[in-house]
């Protein structure tokens, strides 16, 4: 009895380094499928208290990662990347998620989707100038003297 226990076997809980040699060796052809890895990442990005990503979108593809919107700064970024990495099944991780600078935070703050330009869409797009050309676009019920 004395010669098998505490002989340098590494098992979880004893502080060796080489306990996490075989971590992600799952069953020969077992992969974890992409809704148990995006649930995973939700649910540790939700449980994290150091990382607001109300504004972070996950999306998985064959075990690759795709992180998509904003956050208030590169520290939140990393972190969130790194959430991914963590969770078992993630084969890679992109990071899409813009960090919002001060400057677009006063500015446009109802502006969310970085990959559309806005301009051309935007109600005030058209050429006329000054207030005939607003009152005109609201069907002015009588002609101006």
């Not at 208030?72 to 890679?92: C, F, M, P, W, Y």
């Amino acid at each position: 009895m004395s010669g098998q226990e505490g002989s340098g076997s590494s098992y979880p809980g004893q502080g060796s380094r080489q306990s996490g040699q075989h971590r992600g060796k799952g069953p020969k052809n077992y992969k974890r499928t992409d809704d148990r890895i995006k649930e995973d990442i939700n649910d540790r990005r939700s449980d994290d208290e150091h990382l607001d990503a109300s504004d972070v979108e996950v999306q998985v593809t064959g075990g690759e990662v795709t992180l998509s919107g904003s956050v208030d700064d590169r520290q939140a970024k990393r972190h969130a990347e790194d959430l991914a990495e963590a969770v078992s099944g993630v084969s890679n991780v992109e990071n899409r998620i813009r960090v919002k600078s001060e400057n677009s935070k006063s500015k446009s703050s109802g502006s969310g989707d970085s990959n559309s330009s806005g301009d051309s869409n935007s109600s005030g797009s058209s050429a006329t100038s000054g207030s005939q050309g607003a009152s005109s676009a609201l069907g002015k019920p009588k002609s101006s003297t």
